[in-house]
């Protein structure tokens, strides 16, 4: 069973820092792997999703690096601000597309 | 505006009672989800439909069922039979292939009474 460990589940940065989010899985069979964002009591907002295929995704101050082999990714968040604050989700798509999600890492800036 | 709508809002339910959680989507994805989200743990897959008039069990089945009648719409019914059933429900969508990108709805939060 496709196992995702998101460690810490909470931390601070102040602001202007570089945010590093790490997610780990342990079956490396894997279609793709998507990083999302959940602010409290909302939905799940999309952030970057990686093929399987790929090495990263950028999407402004955001990269999301993948290493299959290692069942390894990487989020960063160039110079974090407070709106960073939120929790960021991992997620593997594995076999029928189906999603296996971290816990989460809590992130909160300081101004 | 593209997107998935879930209603109601916040939702409470007697013990004994079922309940429908509805969900629509009008991006013309053909695969859709439900999720649940408990404090302190990632989201777990209820059910899932691939297509319309088809679904699966996820990980979770147990005192939930759904219908996927049209395309748009993947409806949830939680029933007595769950034993604890407070949590926050999330639906998604995606297209069918290799991308499988999912996009969710904004949740309805259930509270048993």
């Known amino acids: 069973k496709q196992e995702v460990t998101q460690i810490p589940a909470a931390l601070s940065v102040p602001e202007g820092e570089n945010l590093v989010l790490n997610c780990s899985f342990t079956?490396?069979?894997?279609?793709?792997l998507q990083w999302f964002r959940q602010d409290p009591g909302k939905g799940l907002t999309s952030l970057l999703l990686?093929?399987?295929?790929?090495r990263e995704q950028t999407s402004g101050r955001l990269n999301a690096s993948l290493d299959k082999s290692s069942g390894r990714s990487t989020l960063y968040i160039a110079a974090s601000q407070p709106g960073d604050s939120a929790t960021y989700l991992c997620?593997?798509?594995?076999?029928?597309?189906?999603?296996?999600f971290g816990k989460g890492n809590q992130v909160v800036v300081i101004p | 505006d593209g997107g998935i709508t879930q209603s109601p809002k916040y939702l409470f339910r007697k013990e004994g009672q079922n309940v429908t959680l509805s969900c629509e989507q009008n991006?013309?994805?053909?695969?859709m989800y439900w999720y649940r989200q408990d404090p302190g743990q990632g989201l777990r897959l209820i059910y899932y439909?691939?297509?319309?008039?088809?679904?699966q069990k996820g990980d979770i089945a147990e005192g939930y069922s759904v219908s996927r009648e049209k395309k748009e719409s993947f409806p949830l019914t939680v029933t007595s039979a769950q034993k604890n059933p407070t949590a926050f429900y999330l639906c998604?969508?995606?297209?069918?292939?290799?991308?499988?990108?999912?996009?969710f709805g904004p949740g309805t939060r259930l509270t048993v009474l």
């Open positions: 990686i093929q399987s295929s790929q």
């Open positions: 991006l013309n994805h053909d695969a």
């Open positions: 439909s691939q297509i319309v008039n088809d679904f």
């Open positions: 997620a593997v798509s594995y076999v029928n597309n189906r999603l296996a």
């Open positions: 079956d490396s069979a894997i279609y793709n």
């Open positions: 998604a969508s995606s297209i069918q292939g290799a991308r499988n990108e999912q996009f």
